[in-house]
């Protein structure tokens, strides 16, 4: 069964530290890898999109990081905000246009001050 | 608005209620998916349009959920006979063509069944 597994699945830290978070994968061919951000009562939004091609990839203060042979992914997120608060969420979508994106459950992430 | 909408963004049924849960996506996307997320879980798959054909509903839980879009742009996931295991976030995300091109969510409906 395709899976997607997250971890932690919930972070606190302090303003301007940077983090880590983890996503290990089944899902077998895939097309891609992304990674959303998801805030409290919205949408998930995208940060960033991986190919099995591609080992990296930043937006920003967002370096995602993938190893395809390992089947995993990372999120790392440096000198924190308090708006990076959120959800993050690692999506894996099959190689197959019309199958369902597999979600993980995704990390809480709290940046204090 | 240039992103996807949905209506009502909060809605509170009694069990045994129907509800009817709007998604209006962005102009031009051929591809609409609806979503349920639990409290502290990801999106789960619930089904999924190429314009006006429902290509996969494999994700519907039970018979009391159905949904359409029958112009290939709004669709609307209407719940039957509302349980308490409904309550969850409805999330509807479209793309330009497939599930291979990029979703972009909606804001999603709350729904809490009492």
């Known amino acids: 069964k395709n899976q997607v597994e997250q971890s932690p699945q919930s972070l606190i830290i302090l303003e301007g530290k940077n983090c880590t978070l983890q996503?290990?994968?089944?899902?077998?061919?895939?097309?891609?890898l992304r990674w959303y951000k998801q805030d409290t009562g919205r949408g998930p939004v995208s940060l960033t999109i991986?190919?099995?091609?591609?080992n990296t990839k930043s937006n920003g203060r967002y370096t995602a990081t993938l190893d395809a042979d390992t089947k995993q992914s990372s999120l790392h997120i440096t000198a924190s905000q308090l708006s990076d608060s959120a959800s993050y969420i690692c999506?894996?979508?099959?190689?197959?246009?019309?199958?369902?994106?597999?979600f993980g459950k995704g990390t809480r992430l709290s940046v204090i001050a | 608005g240039a992103g996807v909408s949905q209506s009502p963004r909060y809605k509170v049924a009694k069990r045994g209620q129907d509800v009817a849960l709007r998604c209006d996506p962005i102009?031009?996307?051929?591809?609409l998916f609806w979503y349920q997320q639990a409290l502290g879980q990801g999106p789960e798959f619930l089904t999924y349009?190429?314009?006006?054909?429902?290509?996969?509903k494999s994700g519907l839980p039970s018979d009391r959920f159905f949904a359409e879009r029958p112009e290939g742009s709004v669709s609307t996931l209407k719940i039957q006979r509302t349980q308490q295991e409904d309550s969850a976030v409805y999330l509807c995300?479209?793309?330009?063509?497939?599930?291979?091109?990029?979703?972009?969510f909606g804001p999603g409906t709350r729904l809490t069944v009492l």
């Open positions: 996503c290990n994968y089944t899902v077998s061919p895939f097309s891609n």
């Open positions: 102009s031009g996307h051929v591809s």
């Open positions: 349009f190429q314009n006006e054909a429902q290509l996969d």
């Open positions: 999506v894996v979508t099959p190689n197959s246009g019309n199958t369902p994106l597999v």
């Open positions: 995300a479209s793309s330009l063509d497939g599930s291979l091109d990029e979703q972009f």
């Open positions: 991986m190919t099995f091609s591609e």
